[in-house]
């Protein structure tokens, strides 16, 4: 049973240090997203890909955070400098679409999340 | 804009009892909307979908839900709920850019 798999699950460290979060999309997806979920703001679309393309990052606090993907098979997000208040937990979601009306419809799957948590 | 809106932050129900977990949304064309389920430290799952033709949709786990584009509603219902049914569970539509949008998400509690 084919999955979004991402790493580490938790993550623990300290305002100021350098954090990267990975997820491996599914074998064959050409999108990746990136959304961040907290009880206050709920699911937060961050940034998403295409063909590892950037489409829209205006989720994203530019100043610190950055999403790139090296190849098909691999999404990272870091944060540097990281601070207490993005402390979250961290989705990838992967997806197909096969053309532009597709891009309506391809349902998302999503991976078990990272828990970041900055003291 | 878009957006979703679920109205009821947390909804509690017996075991057995029906189930109608409400979903709003704005947008400007016809819409693509969803339902995800997230059970605790997990994931989101999708349950059902809707992109057009016949308004009602089935999805997994006995769900269904209904599209009635006069109220904007895409709202969620299960005849019998089920102990494993507790979970949160978020309403979505998919914009032209081809993101989701997602609700604030609706807690269910199901009690024995």
């Known amino acids: 049973d084919a999955r979004v798999t991402q790493t580490p699950r938790h993550k623990v460290t300290e305002m100021g240090q350098e954090v990267t979060m990975r997820c491996q999309p599914i074998?064959?997806?050409?999108?990746v997203f990136w959304y961040r979920q907290t009880m206050m703001q709920g699911l937060e679309l961050l940034a998403y890909f295409r063909n590892r393309a950037p489409l829209d990052d205006s989720g994203m606090p530019k100043d610190r955070f950055s999403a790139e993907m090296p190849d098909a098979t691999l999404a990272t997000l870091k944060i540097q400098p990281s601070e207490p208040r993005d402390s979250a937990v961290y989705f990838c979601?992967?997806?197909?679409?096969?053309?532009?009306?597709?891009?309506?419809?391809?349902?998302?799957?999503f991976g078990n999340g990272t828990r970041l948590t900055v003291t | 804009a878009q957006s979703v809106t679920q109205p009821d932050i947390h909804i509690t129900v017996s075991e057995g009892a029906s189930l109608e977990l409400r979903c709003n949304y704005s947008?400007?064309?016809?819409?693509?909307l969803f339902w995800y389920v997230q059970s605790p430290g997990q994931g989101l799952q999708l349950l059902l979908k809707y992109f057009s033709g016949d308004t009602l949709v089935q999805g997994i786990k006995g769900f269904e839900a209904e599209f009635k584009r006069s109220q904007s509603s895409f709202n969620l219902r299960k005849p019998s709920v089920h102990w494993s049914d507790a979970a949160e569970y978020f309403c979505a539509v998919n914009n032209q850019g081809g993101k989701l949008i997602f609700g604030q998400g609706t807690e269910l509690s199901v009690k024995p």
């Open positions: 074998l064959g997806h050409n999108t």
């Open positions: 979601a992967s997806g197909l679409v096969v053309g532009p009306r597709s891009s309506y419809n391809s349902p998302l799957h």
């Open positions: 947008y400007g064309a016809t819409p693509y």
